[in-house]
């Protein structure tokens, strides 16, 4: 399986892309839907760029570490806020399968927002749900692992190995050869540390 790891650069400059792209379209909204609890960064920075100060969030329970995930998407916790009549943005990393997406744009229409618009930063080839903006499409599928969450999917991606690496060296090798994942020794020797602590 191939993974891609998305720097903290360009999670700032895509979202800045997608800023530009919802400015340009006219869209003004009245609240951002961050989507948790991978939508909660990229939505905070929209709303820096489009200088918005009403922020809240949902959480969908689909993926749980690494590419592990629930049969169907749920919703955990669900939203605190009014937004009858309101012009809402729906934010989330990644649009995948769609199914995180779909739930919530279903869930949030039952609470009757004056417009709802949704944006992403990737938008995967691979989803069945359509989306109003992204920053960049991926067409070849693959697993991307935001800065926020690679301690997650790396330490997901060790506890499939059915016999633990006894090395640093074993761990980079498993994780180049699996995933075409290249990690510093230091970086995973931190990662592997936390894990061991837990």
Known sequence: MRCELISWPETYRLCL???????????????VIAIARGGYIPARLLCDFLDLSSLTSIKIKHYLSGTNKQKKA??????????????????????DSG?????????????????????????????????????KK?????????PWAVFEDVSGFLKR?????VSIEEAQTYLSESFNLNLSRKRLETIISFQQAS
């Open 17 to 31: 892309k997608l800023s530009r792209q919802i400015r340009s379209s006219g869209y003004q909204p009245d609240i």
């Open 74 to 95: 749920s919703l955990d916790l669900p939203l605190c806020a009014e937004i009858r009549g309101l012009k809402v943005l729906l934010v989330d990393d990644v649009n």
């Open 161 to 165: 190995k059915e016999i633990p690496p």
């Open 138 to 146: 991926i067409v070849k599928w693959r697993w991307l692992i935001y």
């Open 99 to 135: 199914d995180t997406l779909e739930l919530a744009i279903s869930y949030l229409q039952t609470l009757q927002p004056g417009e709802l618009k949704t944006a992403v930063m990737h938008q995967k080839m691979t989803s069945h749900c359509p989306i109003n903006y992204y920053a």
